[in-house]
């Protein structure tokens, strides 16, 4: 049965992913974007943009009219908590029957870092809430990497600072099919998944999947969170997102992020989705 979802941070990497496997699969769609130009990617068929601004809680409620189910998910920024909290009570005042709220593998309230303190703020404010939830926690995106291919392809090198640790890290697409399984069939309310990839592996093993793959050498050069954060700021990141995801991926660099989870075949039925598949289907973005 077609279900009418709202999906916010659609234009972002989970988010848009989502968008087209729910627009796929027959479901009526509700993007909610900022303007027309962060939607220019999404696609068109059963897919309806909702304008609006997380600060403006009369935007979530204009947005929520009619729908049957939110994803709930918003930007690394230093007012995600808050706007987490907005769209809850959007949803709370619609009486949407049922949230999912994208939060974030290691969300604790006593997390050694801001952004797992503040997913965790967001999970338990759902929890609290009355709603029909699912909360799904995944490691960081496989396809961060992407952001890596202008060094990969000029010097055959990917520079973060993560020291010689693992991380379980997780493809977008597995993702967001978990979040269609739970925006769109029952028995996900009051579930949390912690999502993750089917194996563990250090930034020098995904270089050499990468340059395995594009044919040529690719290494991982380990930098401190300082020049990390400085880098960032360089290329234009507003300060505070800068230093939170540098403090993050310091908080990795201690292997925090290594443990494999069986969630994501727990609800697909089927294997996560490895690294070397990821890398094969963006190709054309590492060469």
Excluded: C
Excluded at 174 to 180: G, K, L, M, P, T
Excluded at 243 to 261: K, L, P, Q
């Amino acid at each position: 049965m077609s279900k009418k979802i709202l999906v916010t941070g659609a234009s972002g990497n989970v988010g848009s992913e989502l968008v087209r496997q729910l627009a796929a699969a027959g479901h009526q769609v509700r993007a909610f974007v900022h303007d027309e130009a962060s939607a220019k990617a999404l696609p068109t068929q059963n897919v309806e943009l909702a304008f609006g601004d997380y600060a403006k809680p009369e935007t979530l409620d204009a947005a929520m009219r009619g729908v049957d189910a939110v994803y709930a998910l918003t930007p690394v920024h230093e007012h995600a908590t808050a706007w987490m909290l907005n769209i809850i009570g959007a949803a709370q005042r619609a009486g949407v029957k049922h949230v999912v709220k994208h939060s974030g593998y290691g969300a604790k309230a006593n997390g050694a870092t801001e952004i797992a303190r503040g997913h965790a703020a967001g999970d338990e404010h759902l929890r609290k809430s009355g709603l029909s939830y699912t909360v799904l926690q995944p490691n960081s995106y496989m396809q961060n990497l992407l952001w890596q291919a202008g060094s990969i392809k000029s010097q055959g090198a990917i520079y973060l600072p993560l020291g010689d640790s693992k991380q379980s890290v997780v493809d977008v697409a597995d993702i967001a099919a978990v979040a269609v399984k739970a925006l769109t069939e029952p028995g996900h309310d009051k579930q949390t998944y912690v999502l993750s990839g089917p194996q563990s592996l250090s930034l020098t093993e995904q270089a050499d999947i990468i340059g395995a793959a594009i044919g040529k050498p690719v290494k991982y050069v380990a930098v401190s969170p300082a020049a990390a954060e400085e880098a960032m700021k360089g290329n234009g990141m507003p300060a505070w997102n800068a230093h939170t995801i540098a403090e993050f991926m310091g908080y990795v660099a201690t292997n925090a992020y290594a443990a494999v989870t069986g969630d994501v075949k727990k609800v697909l039925g089927r294997e996560a989705t490895p690294f070397s598949a990821v890398v094969q289907r963006h190709l054309s973005v590492f060469r």
